[in-house]
């Protein structure tokens, strides 16, 4: 078992990429549960100003994964070893990629309308054997949430793909937990407009230099404000090693 890390009070599985995809795909086939949350340094700031999220995050999740440079960066900082980032969009495609070949349904939940169902289309062109049980979109009412819940649970899915944004997927998995039947819970943020195609991913290379944040920022200048998350985090983590 290896050290989890806690980092200003959230704690990281420091799993790897593979260790991870090989568990969550174990576990979905023997019918476990598993609520995960892909933590890049803007969750774990949220997490400092909210306290019920850190809560969530602390006792509610069975997996918190290190998303983004900044995790990883802080993980090792603060004396523990994490081997790699597991980001949150890679994790969503290795598992439908795994999913495709175990047969595993698959929902798509969250985005703009349409969005959902541009990223099944393009995931069943990727991966040809991936079985959609479903798709909704992430914009509804409190009325409406009974019947999202019935149509995730009619529809069979055995993973369930929140795509509503941080941490209001969370708190909408663990707000249902006890009702919703797929046994793999996971938010992914804006992960259904990289997969349709209306969001681009930073070339590998600026990935690899850790300056995916950068590419964000220039193509999607109206994230500044929530991208000062950053050199906030990177202060507190060097005032929590103090
Ligand atoms: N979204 C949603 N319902 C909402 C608010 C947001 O489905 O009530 C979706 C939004 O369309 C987008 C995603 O949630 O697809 C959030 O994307 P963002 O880039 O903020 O997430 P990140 O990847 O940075 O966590």
């Known amino acids: 078992m290896k050290e989890i890390a806690t980092i200003l009070g959230v704690p990281v599985n420091p799993y790897t990429m593979d260790e991870a995809v090989e568990k969550l795909t174990k576990d979905t086939l023997a019918k476990k549960t598993n609520f995960v949350v892909t933590a ?12 019920d999220y850190k809560k969530l995050l ?22 523990y070893t994490i081997p790699e980032r597991v980001a949150g969009y890679d994790l969503y495609l290795r598992l439908l990629e ?16 349409g969005i959902a169902e541009e990223a ?35 529809s069979g899915a055995a993973m369930l793909f929140a795509a509503l944004g941080a ?23 804006g992960s259904f407009d990289v997969l349709a195609g209306k969001v681009q991913r930073a070339p590998k290379w600026m990935q690899d230099a ?6 964000r920022l220039v193509k999607q200048p109206s994230r500044f404000g929530r991208m000062l998350a950053l050199p906030k985090f990177v202060m507190a983590v060097r005032k929590e090693k103090k």
Request: aromatic residues 12%.
């Open 58 to 79: 602390l006792e509610k999740t069975d997996m918190i994964l290190p998303d983004g440079a900044g995790t990883v960066w802080a993980g090792n900082y603060l004396g």
């Open 40 to 51: 890049n340094a803007e969750i774990i700031m949220m997490a400092q100003q909210d306290a």
């Open 210 to 215: 850790k300056l995916e944040w950068f590419y």
């Open 167 to 189: 941490p209001k997927q969370e708190k909408w998995l663990c707000k249902y937990s006890d009702l919703l039947k797929p046994c793999l819970r996971m938010g992914i943020g």
């Open 120 to 154: 099944a289309a393009e995931g069943k062109r990727r991966w040809p054997g991936l079985k959609v049980a479903g798709c909704r979109n992430g914009y509804f009412s409190a009325e409406e949430e009974p019947d999202i819940i019935e149509e995730i649970n009619r």
């Open 98 to 113: 795994e999913a495709s070949k175990k047969e595993i349904p698959v929902f798509f939940f969250g985005g703009k309308p």
